[in-house]
């Protein structure tokens, strides 16, 4: 089950149904099903108390990811700041929506094992949410 909830910001106009099954077929490229992975949409000072608390990091970020993965289901809490990907967005010229998919996906992305902070992992983490999005967008 996959949920949705928000604090401290409106809920992001998403089909919820559509995103569900979509993130299934991402996951399922991958190899993996999904189990319980919970969204929590917030703003940067509730993503900031969220690394602080959890990670020992002082400083925003776009998503933090909780992987909670038993073998090849993904299982695991995803806090997006919808602040910081307003910030990315307009930082990197792409229009919000792809942006916030983006990110949401990103999340998905860990889960499957993908990582983006070693040498030359952060090119297969953008080629994958590149598919992804192309998997997204192309079925609009």
């Known amino acids: 089950m996959i ?5 401290n910001v409106k809920m992001p106009q998403i ?9 299934r077929n991402v996951a399922a490229k991958y190899g993996r099903t999904v189990g319980e992975v919970g969204y929590l949409f917030c703003d940067d000072e509730k993503i900031l108390e969220v690394n602080r608390e959890y990670l020992q990091h002082d400083y925003y970020t776009d998503i933090i990811t909780f992987d909670y993965d ?3 289901q993904v299982n695991g809490d995803l806090v997006i700041s919808l602040d910081t990907v307003r910030s990315n967005a307009e930082l990197f010229n792409k229009p919000y929506e792809e942006e916030l998919y983006r ?5 998905i992305l860990h889960l ?13 983490m953008e080629k994958a949410e590149n598919e992804a999005l ?4 192309g079925k609009q």
Not at 15 to 23: A, D, S
Not at 103 to 107: Q, R, S
Not at 112 to 124: F, M, S, T, V
Request: hydrophobic share 35%.
């Open 3 to 7: 949920s949705y909830n928000a604090e």
């Open 15 to 23: 089909k919820k149904r559509e995103v569900t099954k979509w993130i």
């Open 70 to 72: 038993e073998g090849n």
């Open 103 to 107: 990110v949401i996906i990103h999340g």
């Open 112 to 124: 499957c094992g993908i990582n983006d902070k070693g040498p030359g992992e952060r090119e297969i």
């Open 134 to 137: 192309v998997m997204w967008f």
